[in-house]
Each structure stands twice: as C-alpha cells, then as structure tokens.
C-alpha cells in the first residue's frame, strides 16, 4: 500500500507539472512546470532497485537537467534583451530556444539517450516517457515552431535515424524508441501545418503505445525472440500484438494510418514534396521491421503441436488494454466514416 500510495502521489504531482507548463503564460512558468515534471518523475524511476534501472534513471537525470538549465539560460538571455517574461513571436530566439525541448522529446540529432535510458526502465515508466513525458515540451514547441530550414532539417533526421536506426535492433523497447523518433518527425510536420493536427497525431500515436505496451507488460515480453514462440495457445491476443504493431507503423487499414493520411495530405496542399517524400519512405523502413517480427514470428518460428492436450493460458487484461486495442485494430473506419460524413 505505501508504494502504490507514492506512485500515485508522484504520478498526480507529474501531471500537475505538465499542466502547469502548458498553462504557462510566461517561459519562467513554464520552466518550472518541466522542472516539477522532472522531480516527480524521478522517484518513479528508482522504484525498482536493480543497476539498470538506477543507470537509465541517472542518464534521464543528466539529460533532463542539461536541458532545463539551457531552457532557463536561454529564457534569463531574452528577458536581458528584451525585458519581458512573455511569450514574443521572434523568429531569431525561435530555433535557439527549442534547442533544450527538443533535447527533451528525444529528436534526432539529440536522440542518443532515448534507446539506452528505455532498456533499463520498466514497461510502465517506458510508456510515461515515451507519452505524458512529451506532451508539455511539444506543446511549448508549438507555441515557437515556424516553418524554416532548421526545422526542415530536424524533421528529416528525426525521420531517418528513426527509421534506419531500428532495423538492427532486438530489443522491443529499442524498437519503440526509435519508431518514438520517427513519430517526432512526424509531429514537427503537423506543427508546422496546422496548429491542432499534432495533437490528433499524439492522441492515436498513445492509443498505439497504450496497446502494444500493456500487452507486453503483462506477458514480460523484452525481446524480439520472445514473441516468436510466446502466445502460440492464445493466437488472439499474438494477432492483436502484431496488428498493433502494423498500426503503430501506419498501414491503412489501421488507425496509425489516419493522421499520417491527413499529414501527407496537409503535405500536398503545400507543396513540401520532398519532405513528404523523405517520410513515406522512412515510415515504409519502419514498417519492414514490423513486418518481418510478424513474419518470422507467425509463419517461420512459430511452434505449435496440433495433438497437445495444454489448456488455453487465461490473460486477464483490463478495461483501458483492450479498449486501446479496439480503438488501433477498428478506429480506421470511424475516422473514415466521420471524414465522409464532413
């Protein structure tokens, strides 16, 4: 009881935090909402006490902190210029003051701790990094993000070390930190576009966490191999897993497929060809990593004597898994339906 009392202690103060940040109307509040942030979220992270676990809590730590003491020094510089708190559209402060949130959401080229922080974390803490943990950077990175070569540039690095960087990997959660990668590239795309296409971007790239993650959470799944021959007497829940994967990834029939759908669309409409062209292919390499676990894992090392008298394993998972996973195998066809209906 008393730890799950301080969870959920830390987990009201995390949110807390980032809702202090995105009601900020000033950059020292919403410093000090990252700052919150960051403190509650620490003591999460120690929860387990085991040497990778206290290794990836200390490289989120140097992170975090190198990148809110920038975020503060560039912050006290403006006001030293200009003499003011508030939020000013200058477009010469813009690209100098995302640098340290960038570095927080993990965007390429400030990508290099996501993969290795995530191996030591548990499931849990990967998926708060990996959402709630990006939604105030991302907010405030909207307030500044214009449409200009550096951005352009860390769109495309975002997209291709993402997608190039996972091919070689084994590990479930290296794979999800580098498709995370990816998806930044994504949402940069949809900053610049339209103002509220990032955020349906983010709600259904969490819908698609929430149900790969809790899945492998409750079958302690941490390897490609692991898959392979897991789930062989309960095919439903195997399906379910893969397909998800495939909707994280953004195949059609899926609902990954919906904001990438609009986003390449909003790309048309404004003439950025090439770099609409760099993420179709980029999220294709993200989709051949997925096909081949799913491949590999339902038709060439998947084991299953047809004679076994093994009774069906029973999963229980919660309302919130499966709800997630009815939304990323089904939410296609509403959001195709509700287009059509507009």
Do not use: D
């Not at 070390?161 to 290296?174: D, E, H, V």
């Not at 349906?200 to 490609?224: E, G, H, K, P, Q």
């Amino acid at each position: 009881m008393p730890n799950n009392s301080t969870k959920i202690l830390f987990l009201m103060t995390l949110i807390s935090g980032m809702l202090i940040s995105v009601c900020a109307n000033s950059w020292l509040g919403a410093w000090m909402g990252l700052e919150i942030n960051l403190l509650s979220f620490l003591p999460m992270l120690a929860f387990n006490k085991n040497l990778m676990t206290t290794e990836a809590a200390l490289k989120y730590f140097l992170i975090q902190a190198v990148a809110s003491s920038t975020f503060l020094f560039m912050i006290l510089l403006k006001t030293n210029f200009y003499e003011m708190f508030f939020f000013l559209k200058n477009f010469s402060w813009n690209s100098i003051m995302m640098i340290p949130l960038l570095l927080k959401i993990a965007s390429a080229p400030f990508h290099w701790w996501l993969p290795s922080v995530l191996e030591g974390l548990s499931w849990f803490n990967c998926f708060l990094i990996l959402s709630i943990q990006k939604v105030a950077p991302l907010i405030l990175i909207s307030y500044l993000i214009s449409n200009n070569n550096f951005i352009q540039f860390m769109i495309v690095t975002s997209a291709l070390i993402g997608a190039i960087g996972g091919l070689n990997q084994t590990s479930i959660r290296k794979i999800l930190a580098f498709s995370s990668i990816n998806h930044v590239g994504w949402m940069l795309t949809t900053m610049i576009m339209n103002s509220n296409l990032w955020s349906i971007y983010l709600a259904i790239y969490i819908i698609n966490i929430t149900a790969i993650i809790t899945v492998t959470s409750a079958l302690t799944m941490n390897y490609i191999s692991q898959i392979f021959n897991a789930l062989n007497y309960t095919k439903l829940v195997k399906y379910f897993l893969l397909l998800s994967l495939l909707s994280l990834g953004g195949l059609p029939p899926f609902i990954g497929f919906f904001p990438k759908w609009m986003t390449i669309q909003y790309m048309a409409m404004n003439w950025m060809v090439i770099t609409a062209l760099i993420l179709i292919m980029t999220s294709l390499l993200t989709l051949f990593y997925y096909l081949r676990i799913i491949y590999t894992s339902l038709m060439l090392l998947s084991t299953e004597v047809s004679w076994s008298t093994q009774t069906m394993p029973n999963y229980h998972y919660s309302t919130i898994s499966t709800s997630s996973l009815v939304i990323a195998l089904l939410g296609i066809s509403s959001c195709t339906l509700l287009v059509a209906l507009n």
